[in-house]
Each structure stands twice: as C-alpha cells, then as structure tokens.
C-alpha cells in the first residue's frame, strides 16, 4: 500500500492549512464581522469562491501527483458535496423550527462548520487507520495462514453493506417531517443537561447573563441541534468517501473544503429548494453504487475516473430532473 499523499509532500499540509485559516479569518472578522443577512448575490460569490478555492488545489495534487490522486480528490470532493446538500434540508427546518433570524443563521454555520472540520480530522484518520488494520490477508497472516486470493477488508465490506441499505432506506423514505420536534433532539438533551439555557435570544449571542447568572441562549441550543445532526450525517458520508481512495490527506482535505463551500450553499438553497427535488433519489442511486463498489473491491478495481463520471452523470441528472419537473413552491 502506497504511502499517504502527505508523507511524500509534507508542504501540502502546511499549503492547505494556510488556505483554510485565512479563508476563516477572513470571513468571519472581515466579511462577516457583524452578523447580517446573506443575499442571493453574496451566496453566490462565495459559493464560487470556495468552489474556485476546491478546483485550484485539485490542480495542485494533479501536477505534484497525477491524475489518479486528482480524480480521487474529484470524486471525494462531489460525493462530500453532493451529501451535504442532502443534509442542508434538514438545517432549513431546524431553522424554521427554532424561527433563527436571517441575520444569525450564518453564524451558527460558521461554528457548526469549524466542529465539522475537528469531527472530520478525528472520524477520517481514525477510519484509515484501522482499514489498514482489518485487511483479512493481515489478520490470517498474523496467524500463520498465508496465500488468501482476495484481500477482503472487514470494515470496507461492513461500510458497503451499510451503503447499500442506506440507499435503499433513502429512496424509499419519506421526506423530514416539518412537525419534527427539534427540542426533543439528542444534541437539544445534551445542552439542557449540561447547561442551563434559556429560551429566549439574545442578539447573536450563544451565552448571556438573566437573573445575574451566566446561561446558554436559544441560538447556542441551535447550534447543539446543527453539530448533533452533522454528527449523524457523517456517519453516512465518511464511509463513502473511503471507496474513493484509502489516502487519508485526500479524503480529509476534499471533505474539508466542500463542507467549507456549505455556509453560502445554504443561502442558495433555502431560496431555491424545487431545484433539488429530485436529489434524494440521484443521493440513494449513489450511496448504493459506492456500497456495491465498496463490496467487489477486492474482486474487482473500479478506476476513480469512472467513480467520478458516474457520480457527477447522477448529480447533474437529479438536478435537471428537479428542474423539469419540481413545480417552484
């Protein structure tokens, strides 16, 4: 097995460390130094920009590595992407279930993104780590046995299992009920049990002071509800990402900047939610497709170029299907 992508260039962790850094601070101490309500027009521009951002440093792996490693960016990049929209709905109504005003909504994203990017760190490099673990060559070599035609790995075949079932589950599934009670929610439980929070805002803060005591504001409850749902929703998204390449430097910095790209993507999609109609279908085609790619691996090798034309066929053709067919509400 080849050597992660950041042993051979060790630059290329302080490159994009200092791409994301700057990128925050910029955001959120210049751009969006006083909580305000984002525009089509802003949204735009910075969906753009992280999407630029994205595509410039696939550029760099393509040149310092080949295109194996820039397809599997690609690839990681879409998947991440593609999922995340899904779990976009579930924000808009935990938003209007809690009625966030416009102007805070960008700062519960913010934080709720920079909990992902330590979450993300600690689920992908863990999962790599123990994937290189569990290959059934290694653990029958460790016993003395020898010569196994296919190198199955244990956990790759239990995610692929879960991939499919996780996509059959989707596309039947009905949509997240609007009368879903967010107060009731783990991460909800979890904050009432720690602190004490009052149900009322204050501004944008997340702690402020009544009776004389310091206590959790509403909007920090909304904040526990959005990093509890992302929590669930990696559970999903990791494993799929880990049929695209076993490099944990590719995976982690794909998931990082497409989750990155989310903030402006939200602003976009709560206004034009009957372009993505159709998606949860082209998502449960695509997590049954990587689960199944996921299972036959070590019988057959699907290259990453056809992983991302698959993909990125499915994608857009949900998203024209939405387009076509979904009646703006």
């Known amino acids: 097995m080849e050597h992660p992508l950041y042993v051979e260039h ?12 700057v990128m925050l601070l910029l955001d ?18 910075w969906s753009a920009v992280w999407i630029g951002l994205s595509m410039g440093f696939s550029a760099v792996l393509y040149n310092i590595a080949g295109p ?5 960016f690609q690839s990681a990049y879409w998947i991440e992407k593609a999922l995340s929209v899904d779990n976009l709905f579930v924000f808009i109504m935990v938003f209007k279930f809690f009625d966030v005003a416009n102007q805070n909504k960008h700062k519960i994203l913010f934080w709720g993104i920079v909990g992902a990017l330590i979450l993300r760190a600690i689920f992908i490099f863990s999962g790599a780590y123990l994937i ?57 439980q979890l904050v009432r049990k720690i602190f004490k929070v009052t149900d009322e805002y204050d501004g944008d803060k997340f702690f402020t002071i009544k009776d004389g005591k310091r206590v959790a504001t509403k909007l920090f409850l909304v904040l526990a509800v959005i990093e509890f749902t992302d929590l669930l929703f990696a ?25 990155l790209g989310l903030r402006a993507l ?53 998203v024209l299907l939405s387009a076509l067919f979904a009646e703006k509400s």
């Open 10 to 21: 060790p630059w290329l962790i302080a490159l994009f460390a200092i791409v994301i850094v």
């Open 28 to 45: 959120l101490g210049v751009f969006n130094k006083n909580s305000h309500e984002i525009s089509n027009k802003e949204a735009l521009i």
């Open 68 to 72: 194996t490693k820039f397809f599997e």
């Open 132 to 188: 290189r673990l569990t290959y059934l060559n290694t653990i029958l070599g460790n016993f003395g046995i020898e010569g196994f035609k296919y190198n199955i790995n244990i956990i790759m075949t239990f995610f692929g299992l879960f991939l499919v079932y996780a996509g059959i589950k989707s596309w039947s599934s009905d949509e997240e009920s609007e009368d879903t009670n967010y107060n009731k929610s783990k991460g909800a």
């Open 235 to 259: 559970v999903d998204s990791i494993p799929a990402i880990f049929a695209i390449s076993d490099d944990p430097f590719i995976l982690y910095t794909s998931n990082i900047f497409a989750i």
């Open 266 to 318: 939200f602003f976009l999609l709560d206004n034009f939610l009957y372009m993505f109609s159709m998606l949860k279908y082209g998502l449960a085609i695509i997590l049954t497709f990587i689960g199944l790619k996921m299972i036959v691996a070590p019988f057959y090798h699907v290259e990453s170029v056809f992983s991302l034309i698959i993909i990125g066929g499915i994608l857009i053709g949900s």
